[in-house]
């Protein structure tokens, strides 16, 4: 069973075809958040190390670009449908979030939430909602995508080259790295909201004394 997997995934990455399909998930990712794009960007990277293709240096290209295309389009809904969407009930924290982020960070932000579950389509729908120049936008849209594309990919071809003769290892290893650099960072932003709530109750309750 294990064989027939790996098999299916060598051709599958093997394939030409393997470039424009992870152009297509990385797009779909940035406005359809449930398409595994990092996944396959980390598959990709681990049997370019392991067996030699794909070419990593196309894995990252393509990913990056598809992901900037995705983000634009995601940019594009949220210039055409606020309103909308500011007023769901699960969209309306994520905007909530993505609002107060901007205005403490600024552009960064985009490039910060590509490595937050669901942030990067909260902030880039947040960014068109609110119009925020389309100069500026692309510019730190293509550190973030650059960044997310070479982190990916990289990850996996360390995962790779680690069990360069089992893929599967080589596939969980990167799997796990991202993982728990993504729980980490989630724990640390966390942990730095409740300490931030904390001050400002605290500041709240001195003033009114």
């Known amino acids: 069973m294990t064989q027939a997997i790996l098999d299916t995934l060598h051709d599958v990455m093997t394939s030409p075809w393997i470039y424009p399909a992870l152009f297509a998930l990385a797009m779909l990712d940035g406005f359809f958040p449930v398409v595994p794009a990092e996944t396959s960007v980390i598959t990709a990277g681990v049997f370019a190390a392991s067996t030699g293709a794909p070419n990593l240096a196309l894995v990252i290209a393509v990913a990056a670009v598809g992901a900037f295309a995705g983000d634009h389009i995601s940019y594009a809904i949220g210039r055409a449908t606020n309103n909308r969407l500011r007023g769901g009930r699960r969209s309306g924290k994520a905007f909530a979030w993505a609002e107060r982020a901007l205005a403490e960070r600024g552009g960064l932000v985009l490039v910060v939430a590509r490595y937050i579950p669901g942030g990067r389509t909260a902030c880039t729908l947040t960014m068109g909602a609110v119009a925020y120049p389309r100069r500026s936008f692309a510019l730190f849209d293509g550190l973030a995508t650059v960044s997310w594309a070479l982190y990916s990919a990289l ?33 640390v ?21």
Do not use: C, M, Q, W
């Open 155 to 187: 990850i996996g071809y360390v995962g790779g080259a680690a069990f360069e003769n089992d893929p599967v290892k080589g596939l969980l290893l990167g799997l796990g790295i991202a993982l728990s650099i993504t729980a980490v960072a989630e724990t």
């Open 189 to 209: 932003r966390h942990v730095r909201r409740r300490r931030t709530t904390g001050e400002r109750e605290a500041v709240l309750a001195g003033s009114r004394d």
